[in-house]
């Protein structure tokens, strides 16, 4: 019998991380409704457009790929997900060589403690580093079926950057809120974002 208490949790010892030339080499699956190959190497796919390469999959509408660059555009109901992290939104820009880019009004989940929230724009330093402008977030669950999010706790900034190597977040100008109430506001707050205990303001996963 399996236990229904027992649960899976993620891990990076077997995540393959490639080198930025390797990256280059690594091939590129596009799949859609409708293919357009052009002469200067760009690519248009559309109608449940999809790209798939090393640990990005992108879906949307219409979807644009320059096989020379990386550069790539998505627009209309754009879903990214790459090293676990999803993103979904009207329009992304990513080049997917150098994982630099950025993603319009995204909600977005981290598959590290299940860190979740939104923002105006979110600016994708590298794979590991970003900037959600105008943002949220929390470690409180979504709701099944895309219900409306209504955290117990979050915090909100003006910018909120995560590092995922550091495994920190920081908030500028910014307010933890409690039941919609602000009980904590700092030019800059920082907070985990895994389980890890670390001095300053703590999630309630760890304590406050």
């Given amino acids: 019998d399996v236990d229904s208490g027992l649960t899976l949790r993620s891990g990076g010892m077997l995540q393959e991380n490639l080198s930025p030339e390797l990256r280059r080499?690594?091939?590129t699956f596009v799949y859609g409704?409708?293919?357009?190959?052009k002469n200067d190497g760009n690519t248009v796919i559309e109608g449940d457009a999809e790209?798939?390469?090393?640990?990005?999959?992108i879906r949307a509408?219409?979807?644009?790929?320059d096989?020379?660059?990386g550069d790539t555009k998505a627009i209309g109901q754009v879903r990214i997900q790459r090293n676990g992290d999803r993103f979904s939104g009207p329009r992304?820009?990513?080049?997917?060589?150098?994982?630099?880019g950025f993603f319009e009004q995204p909600e977005y989940r981290l598959l590290k403690n299940e860190g979740t929230g939104n923002a105006s724009r979110v600016d994708f330093l590298d794979k590991d580093h970003?900037?959600?402008?105008?943002?949220?977030?929390?470690t409180c669950p979504r709701p099944p079926g895309g219900g409306a999010w209504k955290p117990d706790w979050l915090v909100r900034g003006k910018r909120i950057d995560l590092d995922q190597v550091e495994d920190v977040g920081y908030a500028y100008s910014g307010v933890l809120e409690f039941k919609d109430v602000p009980i904590l506001a700092a030019p800059i707050l920082s907070f985990p974002i895994s389980?890890?205990?670390k001095s300053g303001l703590l999630v309630p996963t760890a304590g406050i």
Avoid at 61 to 65: A, G, K, M, S, T
């Fill in 33 to 37: 409704e409708q293919i357009e190959g």
């Fill in 130 to 138: 970003m900037q959600v402008h105008e943002g949220t977030y929390s």
């Fill in 61 to 65: 509408d219409r979807i644009e790929h």
């Fill in 25 to 27: 080499q690594v091939p």
């Fill in 92 to 100: 992304l820009e990513m080049n997917v060589n150098t994982d630099k």
């Fill in 67 to 69: 096989q020379s660059t």
């Fill in 51 to 57: 790209l798939r390469r090393h640990d990005q999959v």
């Fill in 195 to 197: 389980d890890a205990r």
